[in-house]
């Protein structure tokens, strides 16, 4: 029996030191408390980690390990677990601290496990420290934080470099169209030109063969009997020179609208005696035995470009009596309502094909029914355009053999 016994006391001796061994050795610090959470065993590893010497936390509350903020809190979890003490994880999804001996806190996990003695229920605690885990991901958040920085940025880069490419394209686009409308506006040159060339050459041709001719005969009658004759060369000089002069006129005014040099500048006048101081001139030129009747209407006073203005009424009551035989009337009508004035240019001439009547403000277009009467086919279209410069509107009615009725709208101010 004796044996027995010295056996048995020897394996628990060896049991124990092996218990003590694993106890001091331990690489997570180890705490054991009472039910009152009073200290009763720390291994070196837990000295270690407060910074306590063990007889320094034996029979001290394990809440001189906890942080002072806390402290309190850990009590009542305390005093619930050992009411219903199983082994667990301390504080699940939450972020564990411990204190140290010189107050500074570190981050832990605790696992507890309560065990039973002849004495009393005592809790063993595992606690590690994870200091490192934490400053790992810590790193790891900024790193991930960093990235998300550098995709914002890098996003934020790609939409900027995105607009400029789009702005970029949207210019080339445009510079482009810019390149199109210029050679589009130097055919339109060039085919003005190459019509002009053309124009010139028929239309000035007869004229100067008609002045030549007029003025070598002007040289045949000496004479004052032959005054009637020589009066007849020089009228058809002088009308041979107007021809000329208005074809003169209507390709500066185009080569001008087409440079955009031509400004609608309203000024103030009377509109009356504007009107017939150009009746006054007109009449001069005008076939024998022309009438030419003005009727005004309203206020006197506009406020229109003046000089324009001139250019379109001048055109429109030239042609009036250009496409009108001798004996004829050409009526001017004006009406001023002090928001608008209208003008009305009647004549009793050769009218326009109603098929024709379209394309009159087309540029170089002549009726078909124009026959030998001179001109460029640019007089109604640079009409139009002084009109268009203006604000207003015009049209035309016109029957062939019973005239023409040009209606102009021009904005007074």
Known sequence: MLEVFIQQTQAMKRHIEMLDALFKSATEGIIVVDSWGDIELVNPKAEKLFGYEADELIGKKIETLIPH???????????????????????????????????????????LSPFKTSEGDYIVSFVVDISARKQQEKELLEAHHQIQQLNTELEQR?????????????????????VLRALEKERQLNDLKSKF???ASHEFRTPLATILSSASLIGRYPTTDDEEKRQKHVGRIKSTVNNLTEILNDFLSLGKLEEGKIRNVPVVFNLPDFCR???????????????????HEGNEEVCIDRHLLKNVLINLVSNASKYSNEGKAITLRSNNNCKKVYFEIQDEGVGIP?????????????????????????????????????????RLQSKVNHGTTVYLELPTQ
């Open 277 to 295: 101081e150009l009746m006054d001139e007109l009449k001069a030129v005008a076939k024998t035995k022309q009438q030419f009747v003005y009727q």
């Open 158 to 178: 790609v939409q900027q470099r995105t607009r400029e490419l789009a702005k970029a394209l949207e210019e080339i686009e445009q510079s482009k169209e810019e």
């Open 69 to 111: 903020r806390v402290a309190q809190k850990h009590v009542n979890h305390r005093i619930g677990y050992a009411h219903h003490a199983r082994p667990r994880g301390m504080g699940m999804n939450m972020s564990l601290y411990a204190r140290r001996k010189d107050n500074s806190e570190f981050p832990v996990e605790v696992s």
């Open 197 to 199: 060339v053309t124009i």
């Open 354 to 394: 109603e098929e024709d009547q379209p394309y009159v403000f087309d540029r170089f277009f002549r009726a078909h029914n124009a026959g030998n009467i001179q001109g460029t086919g640019l007089g109604l279209n640079i009409v139009r355009k002084y009109v268009e410069l203006m604000e207003g509107d015009i």
